[in-house]
Structure formats: structure tokens, C-alpha cells
């Protein structure tokens, strides 16, 4: 059972942030429609990001990257079910907004996209408290780290490939507890890995949940 995740273009997100109109930088808004919403706060948490580095080509930290990638999965998680096509709407729309929004006073979003998505600045990380639930998110949130940052690998080799074998092991674990579950239906397996998703998206943030995640199930 694999959750499938559109081809990442989060490693295509330019890194022109300098640059301001002849004006001033134009005011901007946080979109209502989902999708952008959702993706104007990963471009402004890039933008941050990038701003705090002493090198703005140099690769982000991967902590950094799936705060960036936080987004998409709150925005794919809505409705208590998460949507993998949801997430790779928000990731693909990304890039096309990036350069209004970093051309613009992305600064002043923030607070925005801090009341938006709450769950996105939380520090601390509380996985699910029914294990199965707990042990499908871990398995489905290192899967869709490990496929979003493929691009990148190049950078984050190691952790991806343990994020991988993470999702292995957590696949071995589950499967006798998810069929007594939801019996062995394909379908309602994926159900049961959805809603266990948009819990985990809310976990805390994805690179420190995994390392929790690890923590807890990966011997």
C-alpha cells in the first residue's frame, strides 16, 4: 500500500527573493481559494528560509524544507482526510506564484499565514495516541517527505533513504492491525492511511515527527 504523490517540483521554487519593483514591493493578500492559500504560505516560509541563510543557493537545512512541505500537507488535510492529489496541486502551484509573491511585501504574510495554519509553527510533537493510527501516518509522512524531496536527494541522501526504510518497517508492523481494522479491502485500507495522514499533519513539524516516529517505531 503505497501513497502515491505527484512529482515534487518544490526543488524548481526560484530563489530570486531581492528583487523589488522600481515602486516598492506590492502589498499582498493570503489568498482564500485552498490550494493557494496553502501554497502562498510554503513560498513565504521558503522566502523566510531563504532570507536567514548567509548563501540563498545553498541548499536548505531538510528541517527547513519539510517546514516549506508542512504546508502542503495541512492544505491537503482540510477535511480530516488527506488528499495526496490536494498536496501535489499545492506543491506544483508553488513555483507560479513565487515570483509575485517574493517580488511583493512577503513579509507582511507571515502573521497570515501564522493564523492559517497554526499547526505549521507548533514546536513540539504529540504522534497520535492510537498506535495504529500512529504507526500508518508515520509510515504514509516518511513516504511523502522521502518522494517530495527526491529531486534533492542529492542533499539529503542519508535521511531519505532512512525515511525509506522507515516506511518498510511501519508497512511489515501494520498490516494484521489495519486489516482486523478495516478488513482487506484495498480502498478502505487507503481510507484508514488518509485519515491517519491529516492526523499526522498535525503532529508538529514533518522532519521532527519522523525523528519521533523513528523514535517509537522504527527498531
Not at 121 to 130: R, T, Y
Not at 147 to 158: D, F, R, V
Amino acid at each position: 500500500m503505497v501513497m502515491r504523490f505527484p512529482g515534487s517540483t518544490l526543488a524548481l521554487l526560484g530563489l530570486a527573493l531581492a528583487a523589488v519593483s522600481c515602486g516598492g514591493p506590492q502589498a499582498l493578500s493570503l489568498p482564500t481559494e485552498p490550494v493557494d492559500r496553502a501554497a502562498t504560505c510554503g513560498v513565504v516560509a521558503t522566502a523566510a528560509a531563504r532570507r536567514a541563510t548567509a548563501d540563498i543557493n545553498a541548499s536548505l537545512p531538510i528541517a527547513e524544507e519539510g517546514h516549506i512541505l508542512h504546508y502542503a500537507l495541512l492544505g491537503a488535510s482540510a477535511d480530516g482526510v488527506y488528499s495526496s492529489e490536494t498536496a501535489g496541486a499545492v506543491v506544483k502551484r508553488m513555483p507560479a506564484l513565487e515570483p509575485k509573491i517574493t517580488d511583493g511585501a512577503w513579509q507582511n504574510l507571515i502573521p497570515a499565514c501564522r493564523a492559517a495554519f497554526p499547526e505549521a509553527e507548533q514546536s513540539d510533537v504529540a504522534l497520535p495516541p492510537d498506535k495504529l493510527d500512529a504507526q500508518l501516518g508515520c509510515g504514509a509522512l516518511a513516504q511523502f517527505i522521502a518522494t517530495a524531496l527526491e529531486p534533492a536527494k542529492i542533499h539529503y541522501a542519508s535521511e531519505l533513504a532512512a525515511y525509506r526504510r522507515l516506511r518498510g518497517r511501519l508497512s511489515d508492523k501494520v498490516g494484521s492491525a489495519l486489516r482486523a481494522r478495516v478488513g482487506s479491502a484495498t480502498q478502505e485500507q487507503r481510507a484508514a492511511e488518509a485519515k491517519a495522514m491529516a492526523k499526522i499533519a498535525r503532529a508538529g513539524s514533518p522532519i521532527a515527527v519522523l525523528a519521533e516516529c523513528a523514535r517509537r517505531f522504527g527498531a
